[in-house]
């Protein structure tokens, strides 16, 4: 059914069937509205099927990479089927820009959001309501809004597509709480087929995503996470050695153009400083002025930079073809942030390298922010205990509990969340209701396991390319080495340097082999208690990535069972290789040698002034910054308020001592302040801006 059809049939009554009786488009006529509507003259790898699914109205879950044209896999479903199809998508930014590449296309679509007068947003309601639109674009919080819901199902949507749908998990690195109650609105807007898609969904995330939305049945698309062109690299580097090893990388031209991310702003401006001694190269950071960072962006983009240091916070943007390099000088958050920032690389097709330096040091980092933002349960516990169903305010109970402010700030925001307190928007507390320990528990176990599996890649003993492709659920394609990383090719093209194993460490190898012998596999730790004491967890790690490279070992992920949990875990099994190894016997495989530094300079040291995380702290303020302070707090009372929210959910006070010290005159300079994503200012920049510029 064409869209016209769809719209003639409409009454102003709620009628199923007009938004979903099509007839089910064969291979042709997806191939011919490709061409004649999108101007593709091809389908990319996976996207028939994909359309072809939700053309026969089944509900899907389609994860594949950025830049592999999933946006396509709703887009066309949507004009075969007819009628409007509606686009939740969390990030105004995002909506904007495909609703204007669909406009100019010829279709027609409309969006909602709170960036937007009211006029042209009830102009969008009236032209869904006469079936108009081939598309209605919507940001989730719309969903709260008194009627909205309501008039949606007034006129049945043709087809829901769900984008960036990890954001709907809990276990996603973005979850936000509109986006997970989206499953309660699904019913009324049926029988349209639910098409959620994201680039970045572990198989947790998966689940949890079909869970919430009440898809269990979804057919699922995993596809496109296996870059054959890419070499990648990992080693352990001293921090203070990083500088001078990227310079060491990208003085060969063949290394550029090249992006480096470096985990902080100082940091990214050091190495761009050490790295313009060789090339042309800027930072890039949301610190910067928006002219300054526009300008790196399109002098890279022309070619007239060759490397640009970017903060992983902040990414760069852009979709530079040629890039022959990406760096990493401190560990990643998570596998999937770390999957995206590398596959900025060779997106032309050509051989390019990746390389993530890394040392205790990061671990150190991460664990400071995790144990910031995660605090133990015994904190919260001793908040939660101190509740009663009496209200008292916020304030008067973290002084009687004697407890510092950011602390106790970020352990009542867990509570709050997870149903242990109830906070108005006046910050009057009473004691919640619901079990929190539980919930609370299980996120913040799964936040630290996205950095243990960060580190787990970092120690792995398979194949680079095949543990990230497994890691997003691909399993059929994780069986396959891809002949280029460090672990399939030690040694060739490689940063490090690999050397034969001395008499001691060839012991500790062989000790290895024989420990494993005659065995059905064992457990990492069961194995470490087999070797002698002298072998410790870092040695054993060491030999085996040595071993699994040769192939004379195997490292497997097991499970079993114990009292109705499945416990997971590693286990080394001995390969019919290593079984012929003779014991005593030298064989043939190669140790990394420790990398050594041309020079260390002093560690930078901290401004005393600042908090442990680089924010400002509140004897910073000037007077006048004061009352700048004091002007947010008043504002942010008056949100919460209308918003029936806490205020510390609109924003932190460390976030509103930041903004006063910074003084931002721009929604770029917002972007660029601790606690203000693109989501926040969005949201309330405007009116912070408002703020600064009156004060």
């Not at 309601?125 to 209605?136: A, V």
């Not at 949507?157 to 989206?182: K, M, N, V």
């Not at 080394?572 to 014991?583: I, K, M, Q, R, W």
Request: proline share 6%; glycine share 6%; with cysteine.
């Amino acid at each position: 059914m064409d869209a016209q059809i769809f719209h003639s049939r409409y009454n102003g009554s709620v009628t199923t069937e007009s938004a979903t009786s099509s007839p089910i488009a064969d291979s042709t006529s997806l191939q011919e509205i490709l061409s004649s509507r999108f101007g593709f003259e091809s389908f990319r790898a996976n996207q028939r099927e994909v359309c072809q699914a939700a053309v026969d109205g089944h509900d899907l879950l389609l994860v594949m990479p950025t830049g592999s044209g999933k946006s396509l896999c709703y887009q066309l479903p949507a004009i075969v089927r007819g009628g409007t199809a509606l686009v939740v998508s969390p990030l105004i930014a995002l909506i904007e820009d495909q609703c204007a590449k669909l406009n100019a296309l010829g279709f027609n679509a409309a969006r909602i959001h709170s960036g937007l007068d009211r006029a042209i947003s009830r102009q969008a309601c009236i032209d869904y309501l006469n079936g108009t639109l081939d598309f209605l674009f919507i940001a989730p919080e719309r969903l709260k809004v008194p009627g909205f819901p309501e008039m949606l199902a007034k006129r049945k949507p043709a087809l829901i597509a769900i984008d960036e749908a990890h954001c709907i998990s809990q276990w996603g690195h973005d979850f936000r709480p509109d986006y997970r109650t989206l499953g309660l609105h699904l019913p009324a807007l049926r029988p349209a087929p639910v098409i959620a898609l994201t680039a970045t969904a572990t198989p947790a995330v998966q689940r949890d995503i079909l869970t919430q939305l009440g898809i269990p049945q979804a057919k699922k698309f995993i596809h496109g996470f296996r870059r054959d062109n890419l070499a990648i690299e990992v080693l352990e580097v001293p921090m203070p050695m990083r500088p001078d090893l990227v310079a060491e990388i990208l003085a060969d031209p063949a290394s550029r153009p090249a992006i480096i991310y470096a985990p902080a702003r100082k940091r990214a401006e050091e190495i761009a400083a050490r790295l313009n001694q060789i090339c042309p190269t800027a930072a890039y950071h949301a610190g910067l002025p928006n002219d300054v960072r526009d300008s790196v962006q399109q002098s890279f983009q022309a070619g007239t930079l060759d490397c640009v240091v970017a903060t992983i916070a902040f990414g760069m943007g852009i979709d530079k073809a040629n890039i022959r390099t990406v760096i990493h000088v401190a560990l990643p958050a998570t596998l999937e942030g770390y999957y995206q920032e590398i596959g900025r690389a060779g997106r032309d097709g050509l051989p390019s390298r990746t390389i993530l330096m890394h040392s205790y040091a990061d671990q150190r980092t991460h664990d400071f922010f995790l144990t910031r933002d995660y605090p133990p349960v015994e904190t919260l516990d001793k908040i939660f205990r101190a509740l009663t169903p009496e209200s008292q305010t916020l304030d008067e109970l973290r002084l009687r509990l004697n407890m510092e402010e950011e602390a106790f700030s970020k352990a009542v925001e867990k509570l709050y969340i997870h149903g242990g307190a109830e906070v108005d928007y006046a910050n009057n507390a009473t004691r919640g209701a619901l079990p929190w320990k539980t919930s609370y528990t299980r996120q913040s176990d799964y936040r630290r396991a996205q950095f243990a599996l960060v580190q787990r890649f970092v120690d792995g003993h398979q194949c680079r390319m095949a543990a990230l492709v497994e890691h997003f659920g691909d399993l059929e394609d994780a069986a396959v080495r891809c002949g280029r990383c460090d672990f399939c090719s030690p040694g060739i093209n490689s940063v490090q340097n690999w050397r034969s194993p001395s008499r001691q460490e060839l012991a500790g190898l062989h000790a290895i082999l024989a420990a494993l012998r005659n065995t059905d596999g064992l457990s990492l730790w069961r194995l470490q208690k087999e070797l002698p004491d002298s072998l410790n967890r870092k040695d054993l790690d060491l030999y085996l990535g040595a071993l699994t490279k040769a192939g004379y070992v195997a490292v497997e992920d097991a499970e079993w069972i114990r009292e109705g949990e499945t416990i997971l875990y590693r286990k080394a099994v001995l390969t019919p290789a290593g079984d012929l190894v003779v014991p005593g016997s030298s064989f043939d495989l190669k140790l990394p040698e420790s990398q050594v530094s041309r020079s260390t300079p002093a560690a930078p040291s901290r401004q005393k002034s600042k908090s442990k995380d680089g924010a400002p702290v509140l004897s910073e303020l000037s007077p006048k910054a004061r009352l700048l302070e004091q002007s947010l707090r008043d504002w942010r009372a008056a949100q919460a308020k209308k918003l029936g929210m806490p205020p510390f959910l609109v924003l932190h006070d460390r976030t509103l001592t930041a903004i006063a010290f910074a003084w931002p005159k721009s929604m770029q300079e917002l972007m660029g302040i601790s606690g203000l994503g693109p989501a926040k200012v969005e949201k309330f920049g405007a009116a912070i801006l408002d703020l600064c510029r009156e004060s």
